[in-house]
């Protein structure tokens, strides 16, 4: 017997195997994918975390019309004299937000005026109330003032008709300000997109369905998933916990198509005996891509079912959700209507040294301390402690390096995939 040389390294690409790499896989979905959602029309109260369907407008502009932005004295520029002290009496009344002063204010007078008060007609200027002094119906300070000095102009914000939010945009709290402060109380957005979520394999168990018996392991995914696909705005149908076998794998993919926009399952994805997930994928789902150079996460089953995308996850918890990151959310956001999410990373030296083999993408467990990226201290796809440790992923490209410490890395805090 002649068996092949000891690689010891389970990520190794085998030879005569078409390895994708990331960004052909990214690309292909870019390319095959388009939004399935619907359009429904909800108030504003209800918006947040919604994804726009259309460009919104500005109803009005922000702000409605000039006004102070300091408590002081309103009065006309062109009234003040070129140097020296001006004195200036005081006009009857008050304008205060939302209690604005009728007529026009006659130049060479100051009229009481609070933040945010609309300018009374014959105003363009303000003078602070800290550089005036007060004495029986006038006023004094210093010239030099400014045209529109402590002013807010109408419009200076957003004028009305602007752009102000894009079709696709994932509605965030300070939008909802931006929306409201320009009149919009009726915001058109996507129906949010249903994602189904299946765990296979004979040793998993739901963590309900306890105690578990010695050559079981808890399903770690499922809750995962469920919870991270809420936290990025979408419904989820749960389908629960399947058997390697392919009769039940085929049930719960036509269930999760029939009530489903795309399906999440985990396990089973690799090319092995019991990995009925890409078999039944391979037999009767168009299936697109099962390899990815990349680590942790290697076997990712693309594949539709009935029409409906199925992402095909590695069983190990690392590796399902390093792949939900990088590949199901950019697709999820195309399909909700949202378009391609990209996250974006940053650069940051690193606290560790590794060398890397060319040929695949590898995601690290990573977090930012004191301006450098330290690494989980384990790479075991098995290690789920380490995402937990992590506060992001370090990303290092398909060709090979040798990292030294220092070196730039990109790192990619959780919150750029939206956790
Ligand atoms: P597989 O992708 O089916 O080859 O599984 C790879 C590894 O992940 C195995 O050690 C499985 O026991 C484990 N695994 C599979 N599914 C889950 C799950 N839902 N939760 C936790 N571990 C899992
Ligand atoms: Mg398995």
Same mark, same amino acid.
């Given at each position: 017997?002649?068996?092949?040389?000891?690689?010891?390294?389970?990520?190794?690409?085998?030879?005569?195997?078409?390895?994708?790499?990331?960004?052909?896989?990214?690309?292909?979905?870019?390319?095959?994918?388009?939004?399935?959602?619907?359009?429904?029309?909800?108030?504003?109260?209800?918006?947040?975390?919604?994804?726009?369907?259309?460009?919104?407008?500005?109803?009005?502009?922000?702000?409605?019309?000039?006004?102070?932005?300091?408590?002081?004295?309103?009065?006309?520029?062109?009234?003040?004299?070129?140097?020296?002290?001006?004195?200036?009496?005081?006009?009857?009344?008050?304008?205060?937000?939302?209690?604005?002063?009728?007529?026009?204010?006659?130049?060479?007078?100051?009229?009481?005026?609070?933040?945010?008060?609309?300018?009374?007609?014959?105003?363009?200027?303000?003078?602070?109330?800290?550089?005036?002094?007060?004495?029986?119906?006038?006023?004094?300070?210093?010239?030099?003032?400014?045209?529109?000095?402590?002013?807010?102009?109408?419009?200076?914000?957003?004028?009305?008709?602007?752009?102000?939010?894009? &079709?696709?945009?994932?509605?965030? /709290?300070?939008? %909802? +300000? $931006?929306?409201?402060? #320009?009149? *919009?109380?009726?915001? !058109?957005?996507?129906?949010?997109?249903?994602?189904?979520?299946?765990?296979?394999?004979?040793?998993?168990?739901?963590?309900?369905?306890?105690?578990?018996?010695?050559?079981?392991?808890?399903?770690?995914?499922?809750?995962?998933?469920?919870?991270?696909?809420?936290?990025?705005?979408?419904?989820?149908?749960?389908?629960?916990?399947?058997?390697?076998?392919?009769?039940?794998?085929?049930?719960?993919?036509?269930?999760?198509?029939?009530?489903?926009?795309?399906?999440?399952?985990?396990?089973?994805?690799?090319?092995?005996?019991?990995?009925?997930?890409?078999?039944?994928?391979?037999?009767?789902?168009?299936?697109?891509?099962?390899?990815? &150079?990349?680590?942790?996460?290697? /076997?990712?089953? %693309? +594949? $539709?079912?009935?029409? #409906?995308? *199925?992402?095909?996850? !590695?069983?190990?918890?690392?590796?399902?959700?390093?792949?939900?990151?990088?590949?199901?959310?950019?697709?999820?956001?195309?399909?909700?209507?949202?378009?391609?999410?990209?996250?974006?990373?940053?650069?940051?030296?690193?606290?560790?040294?590794?060398?890397?083999?060319?040929?695949?993408?590898?995601?690290?467990?990573?977090?930012?301390?004191?301006?450098?990226?330290?690494?989980?201290?384990?790479?075991?796809?098995?290690?789920?402690?380490?995402?937990?440790?992590?506060?992001?992923?370090?990303?290092?490209?398909?060709?090979?390096?040798?990292?030294?410490?220092?070196?730039?890395?990109?790192?990619?805090?959780?919150?750029?995939?939206?956790?």
């Amino acid at each position: 017997m002649q068996p092949p040389p000891l690689k010891d390294d389970c990520f190794a690409m085998p030879p005569g195997v078409d390895w994708t790499p990331v960004d052909t896989a990214l690309a292909q979905l870019r390319d095959r994918l388009h939004a399935v959602t619907e359009t429904e029309t909800v108030p504003l109260a209800q918006a947040g975390g919604r994804i726009l369907a259309e460009d919104v407008n500005a109803k009005r502009s922000s702000p409605p019309y000039a006004n102070s932005a300091v408590d002081g004295y309103g009065l006309a520029h062109g009234g003040l004299p070129e140097g020296g002290i001006c004195v200036m009496p005081l006009s009857d009344g008050r304008a205060a937000a939302g209690e604005p002063v009728e007529g026009e204010l006659p130049v060479g007078q100051a009229v009481r005026i609070l933040t945010g008060a609309r300018l009374p007609d014959g105003v363009d200027t303000v003078v602070l109330e800290e550089d005036c002094s007060v004495e029986s119906g006038r006023i004094a300070f210093r010239s030099g003032l400014r045209r529109g000095a402590n002013t807010r102009k109408a419009g200076e914000d957003v004028a009305e008709g602007a752009m102000v939010l894009p &079709a696709g945009r994932q509605l965030l /709290p300070q939008d %909802l +300000a $931006l929306l409201a402060s #320009v009149g *919009v109380a009726e915001i !058109p957005v996507r129906r949010r997109l249903r994602v189904a979520v299946l765990s296979t394999g004979d040793e998993v168990l739901d963590i309900a369905a306890g105690p578990a018996r010695d050559a079981q392991i808890f399903d770690a995914n499922r809750p995962m998933l469920l919870h991270l696909l809420r936290l990025w705005g979408y419904d989820t149908v749960d389908l629960g916990h399947v058997r390697d076998n392919p009769e039940t794998v085929r049930a719960a993919f036509d269930k999760g198509a029939a009530q489903a926009d795309a399906i999440i399952t985990s396990g089973g994805a690799s090319a092995g005996d019991e990995d009925h997930v890409s078999a039944v994928l391979k037999a009767q789902g168009d299936l697109q891509n099962w390899r990815i &150079a990349m680590k942790p996460g290697r /076997p990712l089953a %693309l +594949a $539709l079912w009935d029409g #409906v995308p *199925v992402f095909g996850l !590695p069983g190990n918890p690392v590796a399902a959700l390093v792949c939900t990151l990088v590949f199901a959310r950019p697709a999820l956001g195309v399909l909700a209507g949202a378009g391609w999410l990209s996250p974006q990373g940053f650069s940051v030296p690193a606290a560790f040294a590794k060398s890397k083999k060319a040929g695949r993408r590898e995601y690290l467990r990573a977090r930012i301390r004191d301006g450098r990226a330290e690494v989980y201290h384990s790479e075991g796809s098995g290690r789920i402690s380490g995402l937990s440790w992590a506060e992001g992923l370090v990303e290092l490209g398909d060709e090979a390096r040798d990292i030294a410490q220092g070196d730039p890395v990109t790192f990619y805090p959780y919150g750029a995939f939206g956790l």
